[in-house]
């Protein structure tokens, strides 16, 4: 049931990413949404941190995308095996860990992104990519990480709570 619902949450939320989203941006850095869903959601007291969501969220980003899918799933893979490492490895502080987990799951999918970019004979700058777009991505991510994060708890409290008579 909770995997379903995570399913559906990270579907949500790349429907919102493409369609609505890009609107909304800070040089040339937009909000990553689906990241945002899938690190509250791995890291909600009643849910297992999961690294095969990332996996999930990647194939969708990768259909929703013009970069290949193999370069989003590795992204969003190794974001979500990021947040569930140091969740069971080093702090068992949420918040800690999320807002960690959000800063390293940022710069690992623009890292590899601008890596596959780079072999694609479509060179950008570093200093640029970073200044321009993961600086303001991940700004943009931190300011919602908060709103985003009493969502997925209150939906996650609204799954867990028996049905009412």
Request: with cysteine; aromatic share 6%; net charge neutral.
């Amino acid at each position: 049931m909770r995997t379903l619902m995570a399913v559906l949450l990270l579907l949500g939320a790349t429907l919102l990413q493409i369609t609505l989203l890009p609107r909304i941006r800070m040089l040339q850095g937009s909000v990553d949404l689906v990241l945002l869903i899938l690190l509250t959601w791995m890291l909600q007291e009643e849910n297992r941190p999961d690294w095969r969501l990332g996996l999930v969220a990647g194939v969708m980003m990768g259909y929703a995308s013009a970069l290949p899918d193999l370069v989003l799933i590795a992204g969003y893979t190794l974001a979500a095996l990021v947040c569930q490492l140091l969740h069971r490895r080093v702090w068992q502080v949420r918040m800690l860990t999320m807002l960690t987990s959000l800063i390293l799951g940022t710069l690992v999918i623009h890292i590899i992104t601008l890596g596959y970019l780079w072999l694609s004979d479509n060179p950008i700058s570093a200093g640029d990519a970073f200044n321009l777009i993961t600086l303001p991505t991940m700004l943009l991510n931190l300011i919602l990480l908060l709103p985003v994060n009493a969502l997925i708890t209150e939906f996650n409290k609204l799954i867990s709570s028996p049905a009412n008579p």
